[in-house]
């Protein structure tokens, strides 16, 4: 049985061996042709240039044998074609079994380094473009750059022409009384009583005394001591305001503070400048009353900023608190100047405010007999008012009023008389005479209004009262008196 397997595994080698013999036989054949036609077609590739230049016979007669002689029998030449199709035939076969055992890969490289095997034609015109593809996915937004610098501000425009007279206005109120009449014969010589009173009075009154002890309010802020310290005697009836009339609305504005300011002394100056707000570094001026309804202005770049709502104007210097500081500025609105006032011991920072309702701690006003600054003393808190000379900017004298800034809701000075309000800004319930220093008995209602009084001032121009009520600018008639 161990035979019989022997045997047949040395047959099965044996064929295996016969086999790898008749490959190996067949592989050398092929490689032998493969030479051969090699050899062809080099010679057919140097050929070629000649054959350009001739004739189809010249070609094949390089390529191969010489073509048999014309004088050739019929048969001959039957038995040439004869030939020459066997030829072909095998031709044939040995470039199919060529092709069928060499690798493609062997090919592809034989094309490519030798142009005699795969003849390749002139490259084709191009072909037309392909359609357009498919848009891309919008990037996303980029970092937005660094802001630039802030411009120059521009040149100031002219001022307009004076716009056309408008209607003429309603009667007014009725006019001052005339001057008082010549003095009257000398009365009897009275009693002299209450000459330390008297003394005591004056005391009271006087700016070298501070402090609520010496404050004589007619609100009972301090009862019980104001029986011993009555008001004095009003002053000059015509230059004492005993009430005001019903105000008239002039515009309104889209800010609750802010103030409206005119000319006083120049009547023939209409302009009109506004601050918005009670804090910031520009104001609006407009031409006129009709440039004011239409809102047509230009800005005025001040220096630092602005703050509360007690601005004034007088013979063309704007009149401001510089924000943050105990310093007031005047500048000039039609030529560039500039003067500073240092307010000393004065409120000015930390909302301890001279009046809160309009977000104030400098109130600068305007009357007949100058201008003035009222603030509130850092030491007791009253309210102080200091006298300006308006040639050098410099405090004249410092009067203490002994009232109370916390009782207080706003104020203003006319004739030398300072008025001010309770803190619902709707009764005049103190009033102080500046040249006198001392208290006058005035009380009259202001208005009915609850809403917020940003402004109160004085207009020498019109002898009347300017307003700001949330956002609406009011005019009161004033009435002096008796």
């Not at 086999?19 to 092929?30: D, I, Q, R, V, Y």
């Not at 004011?292 to 004034?312: E, K, M, P, Q, V």
């Not at 000393?344 to 309009?358: P, V």
């Not at 309770?422 to 202001?446: C, H």
Request: charged fraction near 20%; glycine fraction near 12%.
């Amino acid at each position: 049985m161990e035979a019989a397997g022997g045997r047949a595994l040395r047959c099965l080698l044996a064929a295996v061996g016969l086999l790898s013999a008749l490959s190996a036989a067949g592989t050398l054949f092929l490689l032998a042709q493969w030479r051969e036609l090699g050899a062809a077609l080099r010679e057919l590739e140097a050929a070629r240039p000649a054959a350009a230049n001739g004739s189809v016979r010249d070609l094949l007669g390089a390529a191969g044998p010489a073509l048999p002689a014309a004088s050739r029998t019929k048969r001959s030449r039957r038995g040439e074609r004869t030939r020459g199709h066997v030829r072909a035939e095998n031709d044939e076969m040995l470039m199919m079994m060529t092709y069928s055992m060499v690798p493609v890969r062997v090919m592809v490289d034989l094309c490519n380094s030798t142009k005699g095997i795969c003849l390749t034609g002139p490259p084709g015109p191009p072909g037309p473009p392909g359609l357009d593809g498919v848009p891309g996915y919008n990037g996303s937004d980029g970092v937005p750059g660094v802001p630039g610098q802030k411009g120059e501000p521009g040149v100031n425009g002219k001022r307009g022409k004076i716009g056309v007279p408008g209607p003429k206005g309603a009667k007014g109120e009725p006019g001052l009384p005339g001057p008082p009449g010549p003095p009257g014969p000398p009365g009897p010589p009275g009693k002299r009583k209450g000459k330390g009173k008297a003394q005591l009075q004056e005391n009271v009154y006087s700016s070298k005394c501070t402090g609520e002890t010496c404050a004589v309010p007619n609100d009972d802020t301090l009862a019980g001591k104001a029986e011993d310290r009555t008001p004095a005697p009003s002053k000059n009836p015509e230059c004492v305001i005993r009430s005001v009339g019903s105000p008239v609305h002039f515009v309104s504005v889209q800010q609750t503070f802010g103030t409206w300011m005119r000319e006083p002394a120049n009547i023939s100056d209409e302009r009109i400048w506004l601050t918005m707000h009670f804090s910031g570094n520009s104001i609006k001026e407009y031409e006129n009353s009709n440039a004011l309804l239409n809102d047509s202005y230009r800005i005025i770049n001040i220096t630092g900023f602005f703050y509360g709502c007690g601005h004034a104007v007088q013979n063309n210097y704007l009149y401001y608190q510089k924000g943050g500081t105990n310093v007031i500025l005047k500048l000039g609105l039609d030529k560039a100047s500039l003067g500073t006032l240092l307010i000393e011991n004065a409120l000015y920072h930390g909302r301890n405010y001279l009046f809160s309702n309009s977000k104030t701690y400098f109130n600068v006003a305007v009357d007949e007999k100058g201008l003035w600054i009222i603030y509130a003393s850092s030491t007791d808190e009253n309210i102080i008012v200091a006298h300006i000379d308006e040639e050098t900017f410099s405090v004249i004298r410092h009067i203490n009023t002994t009232y109370p800034k916390s009782k207080a809701g706003n104020a203003f000075i006319a004739c030398g008389i300072m008025y001010v309000t309770d803190t619902k800004d709707t009764t005049v319930s103190f009033a102080f005479d500046l040249l006198k220093e001392q208290q006058i008995d005035v009380r009259f209602e202001l208005r009915s209004s609850q809403s917020v009084l940003a402004m109160l001032s004085y207009s020498l121009r019109d002898k009347n009262l300017y307003t700001w009520e949330n956002g609406s600018l009011m005019v009161y008639p004033v009435r002096f008196g008796r």
